[in-house]
């Protein structure tokens, strides 16, 4: 008993009637079913939605640097061959692909795909490049190698942006990341640029700017795995 209530009481009656309920609705059930009014429906889980698997992946690894892995080799002729130009780069620098071998002897980052990863080279200052595609893209992607910290003074990564364009230059999508420092390992990160959802619009080019404050490890957005979706060029404005 508690504060004059029999709860032992209370409980069993609560028991009784959820029994007695159950029974009402069990025997409720049974009439319908006789009836031919009451059914059951399966409901099945829903399935998770699949990724949509990139048309066009460029790891930068067909190229061999392993001959040499300390010499960088312009890009320009590996990206030709799918119909994409490097334009507005900053005067004085050059857009390569690296052999991580050749970056602080492998000590500074691990390719998601080896050996080969795309940068600028050539100046400590603000840095800036674009590639424009020939074909259209509804979406691009592109992963940030893991960083290793490899000494007292950990790994540092500069401030950079990536943005879309459309063919009239206007920018239709971005991502930006401050220069950062760690003295731990770091994961490979994946970003994308994607054509706004129902529009007409398509990407056309995409423009990286880079900008290491003269104390970055690099002098500028180190990139791995380049994955393109294209879009259907009577979609686009």
């Known amino acids: 008993v508690k504060n004059n209530v029999d709860v032992t009481r209370l409980s069993r009656l609560s028991t009784g009637r959820y029994l007695q309920l159950s029974r009402l609705s069990a025997f409720v059930f049974l009439v319908l079913a006789g009836l031919g009014l009451a059914y059951s429906?399966?409901?099945?889980?829903?399935?998770?939605?699949?990724?949509?698997?990139?048309?066009?992946?460029?790891?930068?690894?067909?190229?061999?640097?392993?001959s040499d892995p300390t010499t960088p080799v312009d890009a320009q002729a590996y990206f030709?061959?799918?119909?994409?130009?490097?334009?507005?780069?900053?005067?004085?620098?050059?857009?390569?692909?690296?052999?991580?071998?050749?970056?602080?002897e492998g000590k500074a980052f691990l390719p998601v795909s080896r050996p080969n990863v795309l940068t600028q080279i050539g100046s400590n200052d603000p840095v800036s490049y674009t590639l424009v595609f020939s074909r259209p893209l509804r979406k691009l992607s592109f992963v940030l190698p893991p960083l290793i910290a490899a000494t007292e003074s950990g790994i540092t990564f500069p401030k950079w942006r990536a943005y879309a364009i459309d063919a009239g230059g206007t920018e239709i999508a971005s991502v930006v990341r401050d220069l950062f420092?760690?003295?731990?390992?770091?994961?490979?990160?994946t970003y994308a640029l994607e054509a706004h959802s129902g529009s007409r619009t398509c990407i056309r080019a995409v423009r990286f700017d880079s900008d290491n404050g003269h104390f970055?490890?690099?002098?500028?957005?180190?990139?791995?795995?380049?994955?393109?979706?294209?879009?259907?060029?009577?979609?686009?404005?």
């Open 41 to 66: 429906v399966y409901v099945p889980h829903p399935r998770p939605i699949e990724p949509i698997a990139a048309d066009q992946l460029l790891n930068f690894d067909t190229v061999n640097t392993y």
């Open 80 to 104: 030709g061959a799918f119909g994409i130009e490097i334009a507005e780069k900053t005067a004085g620098t050059r857009v390569v692909l690296l052999n991580h071998l050749g970056s602080y």
């Open 181 to 189: 420092g760690s003295y731990k390992h770091e994961d490979s990160r």
């Open 216 to 237: 970055a490890a690099f002098s500028a957005i180190v990139i791995d795995d380049l994955a393109l979706w294209y879009a259907p060029s009577n979609e686009c404005q």
